[in-house]
């Protein structure tokens, strides 16, 4: 909330609301928290939300909710993050403070970058990926729909990390990872479960 008044200052009112259909306070950090089907009621203008949501599926579940209610998105851009040249992003990304985006790089919608995660040059990123806070997602990595990429995860020069991937907080991912695999440790393997 804290990031998303500082893009939203401006001269003209508006109403920063917490929607929840599961938190039973009225209030949360000095804003309403409002259920779903009571922010779809408000009369205004204009009603866009930004998910702020760091499991993929359920960004991707609420941002197909909120476009079958005719719900824009907005994007949430701290001051303190820096995109250089031929940077594209997709609506909805939430972009964290001390966040940096090089340059010559695509990333889909809905992207979150937690504070301090980094993405190098010439990167193509899919939809609804999560960047937990401390990633370093190195040159020419391209990585799949929905991936999760745990804190302070490492992940190496032109490597490819398929959809729906989960890289777990610390890994120091040296090879592709596909879809769908969970991978965790230095170097990252896949995690086996017993």
């Given at each position: 909330?804290?990031?998303?008044?500082?893009?939203?200052?401006?001269?003209?009112?508006?109403?920063?609301?917490?929607?929840?259909?599961?938190?039973?306070?009225?209030?949360?950090?000095?804003?309403?928290?409002l259920?779903?089907?009571?922010?779809?009621?408000?009369?205004?203008?204009?009603?866009?939300?930004?998910?702020?949501?760091?499991?993929?599926?359920?960004?991707?579940?609420?941002?197909?909710?909120?476009?079958?209610h005719?719900?824009?998105?907005?994007?949430?851009?701290?001051?303190?993050?820096?995109?250089m040249?031929?940077?594209?992003?997709?609506?909805?990304?939430?972009?964290?403070?001390?966040?940096?985006?090089?340059?010559?790089i695509?990333?889909?919608?809905?992207?979150?970058?937690?504070m301090?995660?980094?993405?190098?040059h010439?990167?193509?990123?899919?939809?609804?990926?999560?960047?937990?806070?401390?990633?370093?997602?190195?040159?020419?990595?391209?990585?799949?729909?929905?991936?999760?990429?745990?804190s302070?995860?490492?992940?190496?020069?032109?490597?490819?990390?398929?959809?729906?991937?989960?890289?777990?907080?610390?890994?120091?991912?040296?090879?592709?990872?596909?879809a769908?695999?969970?991978?965790v440790?230095?170097p990252?393997k896949?995690?086996?479960k017993?």
């Amino acid at each position: 909330m804290p990031v998303a008044r500082e893009c939203l200052a401006d001269p003209t009112p508006l109403e920063l609301v917490f929607v929840d259909d599961n938190c039973t306070d009225a209030e949360r950090n000095g804003h309403k928290v409002l259920s779903f089907e009571r922010f779809c009621e408000i009369a205004c203008s204009e009603r866009r939300i930004v998910i702020a949501i760091g499991n993929p599926m359920v960004r991707e579940a609420l941002a197909k909710k909120c476009s079958e209610h005719e719900i824009g998105f907005f994007d949430i851009r701290s001051g303190h993050s820096v995109v250089m040249d031929e940077v594209v992003l997709g609506e909805g990304y939430v972009l964290k403070p001390f966040t940096t985006l090089t340059s010559n790089i695509v990333i889909g919608r809905h992207f979150h970058a937690n504070m301090f995660s980094s993405v190098s040059h010439d990167c193509m990123i899919g939809d609804f990926v999560t960047f937990a806070p401390g990633v370093r997602c190195n040159g020419s990595v391209t990585i799949g729909d929905r991936a999760y990429i745990g804190s302070g995860a490492i992940i190496r020069q032109g490597l490819t990390i398929g959809a729906d991937a989960v890289i777990g907080m610390g890994a120091v991912v040296t090879r592709d990872v596909p879809a769908g695999a969970t991978v965790v440790g230095n170097p990252a393997k896949p995690l086996i479960k017993g």
